[in-house]
């Protein structure tokens, strides 16, 4: 495998101006997520990614819980203004919970997770008469990350789908025929969506906000949220212990997160390994057999 391409100029210079944004101190810095910053959680990672020659990242989340009102679906085709998409975004859409930690122990006395969860309530009544329905979601962590090369976006990506995040890929590995004397600079995008889980848990009719289940079941999904944080966590981790072993020495890492090996080195892994089976299968035919003629045989 042939060592990492240098990056271009363009690509350094695009790199630099988002390090510059994101070294702006907690209090100033902000962006378009509802939390409005990084997340504690991913901040170590993402200091490691963006410390690779040939990456940086463009945006993240650690993954969180939260509960989210729809915005107003338009049967008018939108002359009024926006329209919600199927899933609820634009038009009004309104986050109310978010947590990017576990939250609290569903079990404690005396919490009540329906006004935690913004339910039960008065809310904004714009949309009239209409229904909108409240979700509650678990997302895993989410990274996209702006890389130099395809074999940047290559490398990167391995490591993720190694750690288990299977749905993550990339755009742009190739140039379009007008740019083909330019070096593709991909996109990829790090997730695992099979790990998030969606429940409808409350509407809001005309203002109102109510719960569409009981208070047990949020206690539920608080539970399987704070579950599903700490096999986050883990994948986290993971990818990290890969991106560091793949950018150790050349760069190169295996299918299964070990060392790379070259096409000989492989076959002589695969041909000992055949050797090895084989000397053991004999070796338990020739104590069968031992086993065998010892045996006492019975008189006719």
Not at 45 to 73: H, M, P, Q, W, Y
Not at 121 to 135: P, Q, T, V, Y
Not at 156 to 169: K, Q, V, W
């Amino acid at each position: 495998m042939a060592p990492l391409p240098q990056p271009s100029p363009a690509f350094i210079s695009r790199k630099q101006k988002i390090l510059e944004q994101l070294s702006v101190p907690d209090e100033s810095y902000t962006d378009l997520s509802p939390k409005g910053s990084v997340d504690v959680g991913i901040r170590d990672l993402i200091a490691e990614v963006n410390a690779i020659d040939g990456l940086v990242t463009t945006s993240s989340c650690a993954g969180r819980v939260s509960v989210f009102l729809e915005g107003v679906k338009r049967e008018d085709g939108g002359r009024d203004g926006q329209i919600a998409t199927p899933g609820g975004k634009g038009a009004g859409g309104q986050w109310l919970f978010v947590s990017h930690d576990p939250v609290k122990d569903g079990s404690e006395d005396g919490e009540d997770w329906p006004e935690v969860f913004g339910l039960n309530g008065r809310g904004d009544s714009g949309e009239g008469g209409k229904k909108r329905l409240i979700h509650f979601k678990f997302e895993p962590m989410i990274l996209h990350v702006y890389a130099a090369s395809p074999q940047h976006a290559q490398l990167i990506l391995r490591c993720a789908l190694i750690a288990g995040f299977r749905e993550s890929g990339a755009l742009n590995i190739t140039s379009s025929p007008s740019e083909s004397t330019e070096t593709p600079t991909p996109m990829v995008g790090i997730r695992s969506m099979g790990l998030g889980f969606e429940s409808l848990i409350g509407s809001q009719t005309s203002g109102q906000r109510k719960q569409l289940v009981s208070s047990e079941y949020l206690v539920e999904l608080a539970r399987i949220g704070n579950e599903r944080f700490v096999e986050n966590a883990v994948r986290i981790e993971r990818f990290r212990g890969a991106l560091r072993k793949a950018v150790a020495g050349d760069g190169r890492i295996g299918d299964r997160g070990g060392a790379w090996e070259d096409a000989e080195t492989r076959r002589e892994r695969k041909r000992a390994e055949g050797l090895r089976r084989k000397a053991e299968k004999e070796s338990e035919e020739r104590r069968v057999d031992e086993e065998t003629k010892e045996e006492v045989s019975i008189p006719w």
